[in-house]
């Protein structure tokens, strides 16, 4: 089968890598220079495209990639043998061989889960790097930090793990800035209860994309972040001020019209008919559904856009397919038009914190939502 044609698309993402670096490159020139740059890529790099984005990121010069779990530092082990790489999930009893194997820092929450990391790094003959994780109020991961010494110790005298770093998360970090400031004071006392901590040679990390905003101007005893949302240019909810770095969005989202009609008013639209047209009206149906991440929780609520004009979604997003009205655009709407989901359209725009509110998400959770069968369009990748 030969056709000189690529297929068009019926929904597919933009993913500029080019913004992606000039994002990293402004995160980082926002803080002190000996912070380093820990990117958050778990998830296929929220959404993005896990090699893709990562290859941008070491041409960026990130210092660590964190990922979720070992398939994904896999994924960025064929892209480089040697890049550090922790594993921010929980390691399982049978995944911990492959910590050696492929070199990997493992995040370490108690003395059950050092000893099997001592035992594997004895039988590889090479110490497993672990990150020590303190759990000062997130109620997930780490050991509470009132027991954290006696962790941090039986590390030190662990000869089959080499402690590679130190972190917490915060839970709050977006929203209340007194608990996020309780959190910070719990994790530095904790490391002052620390002997003999030489932090030149470790990560020492807590902030995340909206911690970074309440980070102490000299990085305090800090010497990294851990960023994740922030570096694809994405605000948690649309109101949100971060008056630190002004990121720009890498990610956009995009369908077509299918087909237009008119429609007498008093219709009843899409399954349910949730919603009756109350005039004559125009419609466009897109070539985009739930199935590729238009959350149904937006049937009756969201917008795209169309020739720069913003449109509602009109009765149930279905599966393939979304209602959109367009009486109120002005010229020729037709089938195959672009349609905006998330993005810019001449001047208007639609944020994924806005498309996030319609979905009743939030941005992390539709990133990751985008299905597999939207198509990733790299714009701007190196060597051209
Ligand atoms: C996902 C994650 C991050 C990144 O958070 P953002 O808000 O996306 O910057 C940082 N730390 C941990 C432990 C995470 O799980």
Sequence with gaps: MSTAAPLPLRCWAEIDLAALERNLKLIRASLPPHIRYVAVVKADAYG?????????????????????????????????ADWPILLLGATLPEEVRYLAEYDLAATVSNSEELHRFNDAGAAASKPIAVHLKIDTGMGRLGIWHEHARQLYDQICAASGVRLAGIFTHFASADD?????????RRFLATLQTFPDLDSRHLFIHADNSAGLESTPGNGGAFNAVRVGLLQFGVLPHPHSLLARVHTEPVFSFHTRVGLVKQLPAGTGISYGRTHTLPQDSRVAILTAGYADGIARASSNRGFVLIKGQRCPILGRVCMDQTIVDITAVPGDVQSGDPVVLVGRQGEAEISLAEFSVWANSIPW????????????????????
Excluded at 49 to 78: C, K, S, Y
Excluded at 176 to 184: G, I, K, M, V
């Design 365 to 384: 959770e539709t990133l990751t939502t985008v299905t597999k069968r939207v198509s990733r369009l790299y714009k701007t990748p190196l060597g051209i």
């Design 176 to 184: 209340d800035p007194a608990f996020t400031a309780e959190q910070r």
């Design 48 to 80: 993005h495209g896990l090699p893709q984005t990562v290859a941008r990121l070491m041409h960026a010069g990130a210092d660590l990639f964190a990922v979720a779990n070992i398939t994904e530092a896999m994924t960025i082990r064929e892209l480089s």
